[in-house]
């Protein structure tokens, strides 16, 4: 049995030490907005508390060498904080309508700060010819691969021996004005072991490759025949 002063101290530590037990009671929470909302104004608070007992003591400190100055308590300088906040944010407002009669209009609201409404606006990075010519060599070569897997699921992963099986001409030219002819190796099977199987002709100084395991990549010309060469294709 513990003695009777010792009881509310014991019981002390266990309330502290415990962990919080909901016990099935319904708890009710604060949403995201209220929750910053309540520590931005206790922020606030504690930082006006801390002034006002900074003022406190420099003004006292002061205070000692001139003996004109009269001490302030505590009340006193959070009055005196409180009535500096007021009026800097009068001061505040009152220049952000002196800005706004000046200049109706001009100034829009972004997120927590004020803009110029003719101010340039970020915008994304402008996409240019290059990238777009590359975007639709890629779409080009993607929908022919299509075609060439359609056909070679239906012939036991065998390619077409030659461009007239699969699809028509156009499907075969290279976007653009010049609309040139890929270049097709004829006589192989759809596999892992990644051979040329269609490829740009002279267009620029690299070249758009289709493999025969689907993937589509990007070489230089020397590289390209460098490759063909090896493969014996030509």
Known sequence: ?????????????????TRQALAGMPTPRLTESVTMQLSTISFFLMALLVSALVIKWLWNWLARDFKRLPR??????????????????????MIAGARELLTPGAWQQHGFL???DGAPKETEPAVTT??????????????????????????????????EGVGDESLWRTP????????????????????????E?????TRLVLLTDGSIIELEAAALYQRLDKEGRP
């Open 114 to 116: 004020y803009k110029l």
């Open 130 to 163: 290059e990238d777009q010519q590359l975007a639709e060599r890629q779409e080009q070569l993607r929908l022919l691969k299509e075609r060439l897997w359609e056909y070679a699921a239906k012939n036991k992963g065998r390619f077409p021996e030659s461009t």
């Open 72 to 93: 302030v308590t505590y009340r006193v300088s959070l009055g005196l904080v409180t009535l500096w906040g007021i009026l800097f944010v009068l001061v505040l407002t």
């Open 176 to 199: 653009g004005a010049v609309g040139l002819m890929y270049r097709y190796n004829s006589g192989m099977s759809a596999n892992g072991s990644g051979e040329v199987l269609v490829y």
């Open 1 to 17: 049995m513990l003695g009777g002063k010792r009881t509310p101290a014991v019981v002390l530590v266990v309330l502290l030490l």
């Open 201 to 205: 002709p002279g267009i620029g100084d």
